[in-house]
């Protein structure tokens, strides 16, 4: 069974240029996640979807930071404009619903320069 | 979710079994105890969970006391590709995991 993919592994763009991350969780997987990693840190999450809904967007900085999941399987993460300090690896992982085992995909790390 | 402490760091010889601590006073009866690791360059990986009972799989064994107050992970065979950060992380299931620093374990040959 495939795991979470995610793409592109690396991106390095310049400040102030838009950029966005993809996610396919394992299939048959309702809940998604978006997490942020910084050097040195745990996760933090960012947005939890449950199917198409975002039902937790508490910590998602939404002046530059938004993200879909059309028809309730894969995801989009986007940063418009992004800022130096978005530099950071962001992860997708699934879980079969809330509150079960969340499956990581290898993330994708961001450099902003 | 209940707060956990975990140590910042430890080292275990290859070969011999590595047994990680975490503190976890405030947890309610019907949280969980899950425990993660992270390989440099790579997303969390899932190793194994409980409730009250301890538990075994191929990857690790976790012993939970009786109070629930604390757990120990036991990597019973550690090899040089266990070096990683280990998160131990409690959850009702009700909200996602949330990640502090975890442990750094460094298996050393």
């Known amino acids: 069974e495939a795991g979470v993919v995610q793409s592109p592994r690396y991106k390095i763009i310049e400040k102030k240029q838009p950029v966005a991350f993809w996610c396919n969780p394992i299939?048959?997987?309702?809940?998604l996640y978006w997490y942020l990693q910084n050097l040195g840190q745990g996760p933090e999450l960012l947005i939890r979807?449950?199917?198409?809904?975002?039902?937790?967007d508490s910590q998602l900085p939404k002046d530059r930071f938004s993200a879909e999941r059309l028809k309730g399987v894969d995801s989009t993460l986007k940063i418009q404009p992004a800022e130096l300090g978005d530099s950071a690896v962001y992860l997708c992982?699934?879980?079969?619903?809330?509150?079960?085992?969340?499956?990581f995909g290898p993330g994708t790390r961001l450099t902003v320069l | 979710d209940a707060k956990t402490t975990q140590p910042t760091s430890m080292d275990c010889a290859e070969g011999r079994a590595a047994n990680l601590p975490c503190n976890h006073s405030t947890i309610s009866g019907n949280e969980y105890v899950y425990w993660y690791r992270q390989i440099h360059s790579q997303g969390p990986q899932y190793i194994i969970h409980?409730?009250?009972n301890n538990e075994t799989n191929e990857m690790a064994s976790l012993i939970i006391t009786e109070d629930r107050k604390s757990s120990t992970l036991i990597l019973p065979h550690a090899t040089l590709r266990d070096t990683a950060v280990y998160y131990c992380r409690i959850t009702s299931g009700n909200t996602p995991l949330v990640f502090g620093k975890g442990t750094r374990l460094s298996v050393i040959a």
């Open positions: 299939s048959g997987h309702n809940t």
């Open positions: 409980g409730l009250k």
């Open positions: 992982a699934s879980s079969l619903d809330q509150g079960y085992t969340q499956y």
């Open positions: 979807y449950e199917n198409e809904e975002a039902v937790d």
